[in-house]
DNA sequence: AGGGTTTTCGCCTGCCGGGCATAAACTAGG
DNA sequence: CCTAGTTTATGCCCGGCAGGCGAAAACCCT
């Protein structure tokens, strides 16, 4: 990640042509719904289309950095909870630049509402607007990766906000999910793996009474993966 | 992958400077340990310093395709039994030249014996040499990469050769794991999700005797996950 | 005080990973 | 042919975990 890479070589005039380096972002956060992050084009190509918020990546700086820059200046998002890379793929689309494209995963918890400007907007996953340049592809892999990410590990805690109920914690499963999910059962396999942990504190009733809820709190706030280990663990254990 | 990339809103004559796109590839395959295909580089920069095999892309190609093509014309592989990307990042460290580094993964099947170069070998992974441009970070990430993959899907059809008996099957695991697997317990876990399935024949048996072992086969070729979905499934099933 | 609502706790069940003992199948040597 | 040794395959059993269900707890409103 920070390390050198290796020379050519040959450099020299070289018969390699020269690519810019753009960097875009899947950016999900959940409400009562899964949503992203659209920014509406405002000039060609692909005017009045939308797309990935993203943008050129500069010499000297990071890939995760340009992307975190990106995200801050263009549109306003400045706590994400987890960022990863996706894939980078090669674009020649265009005859005068030659792009290479990295894509990004970003989760946004819930709570932090960024100040978006007036050309971007949150557009719900199941009901996207025409996308351009294949971006649509993109979200798709996107929530397919999330789903598997919710299921072996505490991804969840990038989306969630910092202290909620089991059935708050549930919503956000089924939002990613798109079927019920219990709370129960939820809190019983994150709790068993250390991943979430009661803060002691509780929720008043709502207005429709019931029982006050427990708060929960994820314990750390780096990702874990602990279920795939279970397969074919190690002689100690 | 195959998808367009945005473009700029003003590309112009552009503030931003341009990358040279470079890939290279931590391949692995297994004999009675776990190797990878390293480079003896005979000119500077890192001189005799061995490297990962990759080089440039070229325009118009896919990142993807550049890699099949670096590991085939530079180092004789051909049979790659499953590429995928690790990831990506930019490395100015060359005053004059800016390179934008994708790595991959490469899994060799056994049996599979390219015709190497005289300036490439295998490495054990576990007695590594000193290798230049902090290529030895992206080798143990691979590694740790590949552990998680064979837990959790079929990863194994790509360094395993087409049929095998699953004391064989269980070397390779054991190569990469670095600790003893049970062939019995390997065979009803993959089998019963379906992934492995016998062929009908039997291998004769050693000189020193023992019972013919069946032979299986995986039954598809492409990466299947099966494990982490058992967390929430579906409430159909 | 009582009915309605939501959360929590406890019990039960079925499945799966995984260890172990036993049976099966073969080689080599006498 | 028979036996000892070696390797693989099969069946059984145990513990743990996902997950469903019902009962109890705790609260609101009337």
Redo the contacts between chains.
């Keep these: 990640?920070?390390?050198?890479?290796?020379?050519?070589?040959?450099?020299g005039p070289?018969p390699?042509?020269?690519?810019?380096?753009?960097v875009?972002a899947v950016v999900l956060r959940v409400t009562h719904r899964l949503e992203t992050l659209l920014w509406r084009?405002s000039?060609p190509?692909?005017e009045d289309c939308w797309?990935?918020p993203?943008?050129?990546?500069?010499?000297?700086?990071?890939?995760e950095g340009?992307m975190r820059r990106h995200l801050a200046e263009k549109v306003g998002v400045t706590d994400v909870g987890h960022l990863e890379?996706l894939?980078?793929?090669?674009?020649?689309?265009?005859p005068?630049?030659?792009?290479?494209?990295?894509s990004y995963l970003a989760l946004i918890p819930r709570g932090a509402e960024p100040r978006l400007p007036p050309d971007t907007e949150w557009h719900a996953v199941e009901e996207l607007p025409t996308v351009?340049?294949?971006?649509a592809?993109?979200i798709g892999r996107a929530h397919e990766r999330l789903r598997?990410k919710?299921?072996?590990s505490n991804a969840a805690f990038a989306l969630a906000p910092p202290r909620f109920t089991l059935r708050e914690l549930a919503d956000v499963?089924e939002a990613v999910?798109g079927?019920?999910?219990s709370p129960t059962n939820?809190g019983r396999?994150l709790g068993r793996d250390g991943l979430l942990a009661p803060t002691g504190g509780h929720r008043r009733a709502g207005s429709a009474g019931g029982r006050p809820a427990a708060e929960f709190a994820f314990t750390r706030r780096e990702l874990v993966?602990s279920?795939?280990?279970a397969?074919?663990k190690?002689?100690d254990t």
């Design positions: 990640m920070d390390e050198a890479a290796p020379l050519p070589d040959a450099p070289s390699y042509r020269l690519a810019a380096p753009v875009n084009r000039r190509p692909a797309s990935l993203g943008g050129f990546v500069r010499q000297g700086e990071s890939l340009a890379q894939d980078s793929h090669s674009a020649d689309t265009h005068e630049l030659w792009l290479l494209d990295v351009a340049f294949g971006h592809g993109a598997g919710l299921s072996y499963y999910f079927y019920a999910v939820l396999v993966v279920r795939p280990l397969a074919f190690p002689p």
